[in-house]
């Protein structure tokens, strides 16, 4: 049977067990003089026979979606007849593709070499004994839970601190799935960072100033060596991260202070959500406003002027950027400064100071470990902005502060690096990873140290 | 005395420029929102102004005489006949009689290139639904060439744009226009059709069943374990150091960059496990992992805007915890997670980057109708059109953003009204 038909068989099952097993713990309650005999509720003791009945095969079935194909595989290539043994990674993945794709019919079995021909056949039958075997142990499994189940099955039995156990384990189960998530990310970077600095030193990845990752198809072509230096895509990246900062840092924080401390209600209902808009936009919008529309309009006014500004420029997508985090930091702003308690406010204008006076030297300054940790969780977000970078900056890595300039960022690269054909272990794609892993750390000091900040000194005016 | 008349002035003469310092101040906090707003106002306008024309195609009205042996073909049952019948035929034909004085390989040429490549099997499919057509005649509006699309609405605006036309072709235009027989109707093609590499046969109807089947597949995993995870923390787990290490993660899952996800999916999900590429699973999957933070962050709000007092009357009456949470609490928290969970679905809508890392950039024809086939985005399709050379694609691209906005705007508008008309103040 496939996954699917076993799954809905499972279902079924589950289903057919609740409601025996609830009829029966009814049945054994009635002689006795109603369900008051019972430990507990009759449907715990369906739900019970239902959890036992499904959850190990559901398990079981998962195992098996997931290692199924790579168990056959690699049986069907040790049996592989001996001309045909592939020597390394890359030609080894073709004839597993060729021999799939013979056995799914795809490929027309004449003219093919008849060592592939066998293999395919060995393919097909695997598939089907591992098809019929895995059938035959979920419904087993399946079965002999709910027998497990029903032989547990009496008037005294505690059926509902069994079943709460279990959803007490899938419940910690789903919270762990975030820490599972983390644990991915970091094994999935560092596994490919590591096989890409065996081949590339991380000297070289880290202080190099070079960055061209055409690698050669050929030995004999021209500047195949292919040099991973990372300095220019870093300096990219910040290039147009400061930019987006001197747009969006005072944007956002005057509007902040603007909308906490004197605009009416009125102003306030309106304007907040207007502002907020442009968190909701998403990225690819801002990437087609920066290269259609900012682009051109700041290469012709530099035209105009007689300056040459490039049409990638780091401008465009920093200051389009800029505009993307207005609305991050005037949220979390507005909320540091309306946190700050109106009796320093209320000291200040008491003083006889002005109310500008009071949010210089006053709110200000009390909000400040806030408002820090909130420009660096901007910044955060500017370094790992993909979309408007890759649609609005270059691809050419330059090492330049000019913001006239075009420059390339570390996402870019990433997504340039990726989104082509080629095999998985080449330098150029485990490069990405290198690259991914640099995000990932930066990005995760910022937001750990912004976070501290925040929450540190946020409690000292509560 | 006169010290005192001294500071007096001074004070007086600073009064002004500390009122003058505040009245700049302000004004600069203005000049922040205005620039906000403005920048609001810009995207949007910016956005229609180029999109609003991809609604309507420009179409050309031709005398189509169905000739079966023009087409070469005698039964319409018949696919082999179908597949191998000269349809194309059908409208340069009807083209050529409507300008019977066009002679020269070059001008015959240019004169079919009026026409989109694919008004042919148009008209076969045209022909296909009304089989009595065959061998008859029948004006019918016929789609233009993209070019021709894009001269013809900026020639009605009074602003030709014929970069990419001929003299003749102009000249064409005009007699077209003169006898009425060319003229712009509703772009059924932009709402039925999938991608395309001809502007004016693209469409955003696969793009939207990718994005429908990415999202019910987010949906779908991340809601259960979104809110499961909440009740958890929120409810049962102890205070200790796994539950706070826990925390941390998710704090920190949420400010991740999202093309991240993207490497995990690639490396995990596609090298590891072998899901196939391209397909709403792995899309789903990798939006799942990357919306679950916001979701289970409002859903912990969410519960814990349950009064304590409900708790105890529960536990009050007798239910064991569990029953406690969820007969009583997760009723009354749904709303707020629910708002939680369309605006996670929203965010997913929107997301990009990293989707482009599994493989949804491919280019693809069919429409999606399943949760393993081939699927596309409506972003990733927006990425792609963005990045197209043809000049049409500007204006299809600002359409689908419009299509994608409004989709948004669909979703947060009902998330605000949903807090607004189910959420309980305690």
């Not at chain 2, 059109?385 to 694609?393: H, L, Q, V, Y």
Request: aromatic letters at 8%.
């Amino acid at each position: 049977m496939q996954a699917t038909d076993l799954l809905l068989s499972l279902i079924v099952l589950g289903l057919f067990s609740f409601y025996w097993s609830r009829g029966r713990s009814l049945a054994l309650a009635n002689p006795l003089g109603g369900i008051r005999n019972l430990h507990s509720l009759p449907s715990y003791y369906g739900l019970h026979a239902a959890l036992w009945c499904t959850l190990p095969a559901t398990f079981l079935l998962g195992i098996w979606l997931i290692f199924d194909e790579i168990v056959i595989n690699g049986m069907v290539m040790t049996d592989l007849s001996p001309e045909l043994i592939p020597s390394d990674n890359a030609s080894y993945n073709l004839i597993l593709n060729k021999v799939a794709n013979i056995a799914n019919g795809i490929l027309p079995r004449e003219d093919q070499p008849s060592g592939l021909l066998d293999a395919a056949d060995n393919m097909l039958s695997l598939n089907v004994v591992s098809q019929w075997s895995i059938t035959l142990l979920i419904i087993t499994l399946a079965m002999s839970g709910l027998a497990w189940s029903s032989h547990k099955l009496k008037v005294d039995f505690r059926a509902r601190p069994a079943v709460e156990r279990v959803m007490q384990n899938l419940l910690l189960a789903c919270a762990c799935v975030a820490i599972f998530t983390t644990l991915g990310i970091v094994f999935s970077v560092l596994f490919e960072s590591i096989q890409f600095f065996r081949s590339v030193p991380i000297y070289d990845f880290i202080f190099g100033l070079e960055w061209s990752p055409q690698t050669a198809i050929r030995e004999d072509q021209v500047g195949s060596s292919g040099s991973f230096g990372a300095i220019p895509l870093f300096v990219g990246t910040l290039l147009v991260s400061a930019v987006a900062m001197f747009i969006a840092v005072p944007i956002g924080l005057m509007s902040a202070i603007y909308l906490a401390e004197y605009a009416s209600d009125g102003v306030r209902t309106y304007a907040k959500p207007a502002l907020e808009v442009l968190a909701g936009i998403p990225t690819v919008v801002y990437g087609f406003f920066a290269a259609l529309t900012v682009a051109p309009f700041l290469r012709d006014l530099g035209a105009s002027v007689g300056l040459t500004i490039s049409s990638e420029s780091a401008l465009a997508a920093g200051g389009v950027m800029g505009i993307m985090i207005i609305p991050f930091i005037s949220s979390l702003a507005d909320d540091v400064i309306t946190a700050v308690p109106q009796s320093m406010r209320d000291g200040s204008l008491a003083m006889g100071a002005t109310q500008s006076e009071t949010i210089r030297k006053v709110v200000i300054p009390a909000a400040l470990p806030g408002i820090v940790g909130g420009i660096m969780l901007a910044i955060s977000r500017a370094i790992g902005e993909t979309m408007i970078v890759v649609m609005a900056a270059g691809l050419a890595a330059k090492l330049t502060a000019n913001p006239l300039e075009s420059v390339t960022t570390v996402t870019v690269q990433i997504v340039t690096l990726l989104t082509g054909d080629q095999e998985f272990d080449s330098p150029k794609t485990l490069a990405a990873f290198a690259l991914g892993l640099m995000l990932f750390t930066v990005t995760l000091l910022l937001n750990i140290f912004a976070l501290h900040i925040v929450k540190k000194y946020r409690e000292q005016y509560e | 005395m006169n010290n005192r008349s001294d500071t007096l002035s001074k004070i007086q003469h600073s009064l002004t420029r500390r009122n003058r310092a505040e009245a700049r101040f302000r004004w600069y906090g203005r000049c922040a929102i205005f620039i906000g707003l403005l920048a609001v106002a810009v995207l949007f306008f910016d956005i229609i102004s180029k999109g609003h024309g991809a609604f309507r195609a420009t179409y050309i009205k031709l005398d189509i005489h169905y000739d079966p042996e023009l087409i070469g073909i005698n039964n319409l049952a018949d696919n082999e006949q179908l597949s191998a019948g000269n349809w194309q035929a059908l409208s340069k034909t009807a083209l050529r009689n409507k300008f019977p004085d066009v002679s020269g390989r070059q001008d015959k040429r240019r004169l079919s290139k009026l026409l989109s490549n694919g008004a042919g099997f148009d008209l076969k499919d045209h022909l296909l639904a009304n089989p009595q057509l065959l061998g008859k005649k029948e004006s019918v509006w016929v789609l233009a060439d993209d070019d021709i699309d894009t001269y013809f609405k900026s020639w009605l605006d009074g602003d030709a744009y014929d970069a990419r036309m001929t003299a003749k072709q102009v000249q064409w235009i005009a007699q077209l226009h003169q006898e009425d027989l060319i003229a712009l109707k509703f772009n059924s093609n932009l709402f039925s059709r999938g991608d395309s590499r001809e502007p004016e046969q693209a469409g955003i109807r696969g793009a939207v069943m990718g994005s429908f089947l990415t999202l019910i597949m987010t949906l779908m995993l991340s809601f259960p374990i979104g809110v499961s995870a909440a009740i958890y923390l929120e409810e049962f787990a102890p205070k200790n150091r796994w539950t706070d290490f826990i925390e941390v993660n998710i704090n920190n899952l949420a400010a991740v960059p999202s093309i991240i996800f993207g490497l995990l999916g690639l490396a995990i999900f596609i090298n590891f496990f072998h899901v196939p590429r391209s397909v709403p699973i792995v899309g789903g999957l990798v939006l799942t992992l990357m919306t679950l933070p916001t979701i289970i962050i409002t859903s912990r709000a969410a519960i814990k805007s349950v009064p304590p007092s409900i708790r105890e009357a529960a536990l009050g009456m007798g239910a064991s915890k569990y029953q406690m949470v969820l007969h009583h609490v997760l009723p009354l928290a749904l709303p707020g997670m629910l708002t939680g969970a369309i605006i996670g679905m929203a965010q997913a809508l929107g997301e990009t980057a990293p989707l482009l890392m599994i493989g949804m950039v491919a280019f693809i024809v069919d429409i999606p109708n399943g949760f393993s086939d081939p699927a596309t985005v409506l972003p990733v399709q927006i990425f792609l059109w963005a990045d197209s050379p043809e000049r049409a694609f500007i204006e299809k691209t600002s359409a689908a953003i419009m299509v994608l906005l409004s989709f948004l705007i669909i979703m947060n508008t009902s998330a605000v009204w949903l807090r607004k008309r189910l959420e309980r103040r305690w």
